[in-house]
């Protein structure tokens, strides 16, 4: 124990207290820095992120971009995605035979519409020449109201109705005998309208 004290040597005291002192120096110098180190001054108060998380704002509007758009309702056709056919179910037709009659509607467009389709807006006309022979509307009873979504590209028929070979007129009588179609070769010609929209002519024959 006295030799920590006295230091002994065969320098003189005075150089090994010298030296005691530059260890101890260099003892409490690391001392300090390990604690500054472990406890930084400031280190209590938040800091700044360097990535900052981004707004809600921001994200509701990557969240929206990334979002497929919700596809619109069809609307109304217009005659421009509409064509119309009249449709006979032969070309020509022996005595006796009645011609079967239907239309076809086709949506030339790229996107669904809503047509209107009810018997109450068809009307199959028959002519001969500047003759008017026949009209549905003539003798129609109880019309009715219809829609329906036409997907582009895929026709849509009504169902096939004879006529039966016999003139019409705008409200003439539908009951009893009526005057009968000239046959023998001649031509005529079937035309549809439908929800405004009107086909082409579509001749055939009555033998």
């Given amino acids: 124990m006295s030799s920590l004290r006295e230091p002994r040597g065969p320098l003189p005291p005075q150089v090994y207290w010298r030296r005691r002192a530059v ?8 001392i300090v820095i390990v604690v500054l180190i472990i ?16 707004s809600p704002s921001a994200t509701a509007e990557s969240d929206a971009a990334d979002e497929p758009a919700a596809p619109t309702d069809p609307t109304a056709c217009t005659p421009e995605q509409v064509q119309v056919a009249a449709v006979t179910d032969a070309d020509s037709y022996p005595p006796e035979q009645q011609p ?14 809503i047509a209107t389709v009810g018997t109450d807006v068809q009307e199959y006309v028959i002519t001969s020449g500047s003759d008017r022979i026949w009209s549905s509307k003539d003798c129609q009873t109880n019309p009715a109201p219809a829609e329906v979504t036409l997907e582009p590209g895929t026709p849509l028929s009504t169902t096939p109705f004879a006529w ?26 079937l035309t549809v309208t439908i929800g405004g929209f009107t086909s082409e002519a579509k001749p055939f024959i009555l033998e």
Avoid: F, K
């Avoid at 260890?23 to 690391?30: E, N």
């Avoid at 409200?171 to 000239?182: L, V, Y």
């Fill in 39 to 54: 406890v930084r001054p400031g280190g209590g108060e938040p800091t700044s992120s360097t990535n900052p998380d981004p």
């Fill in 23 to 30: 260890v101890g120096l260099g003892l409490l110098a690391i």
């Fill in 164 to 189: 039966q070979r016999v003139r019409s007129e705008p409200g003439g009588a539908c009951e009893g005998e009526r005057t009968a179609a000239i046959g023998g070769g001649a031509t005529y010609r």
């Fill in 100 to 113: 079967l009659l239907s239309l076809t509607l086709t949506n030339t467009g790229s996107t669904p519409c």
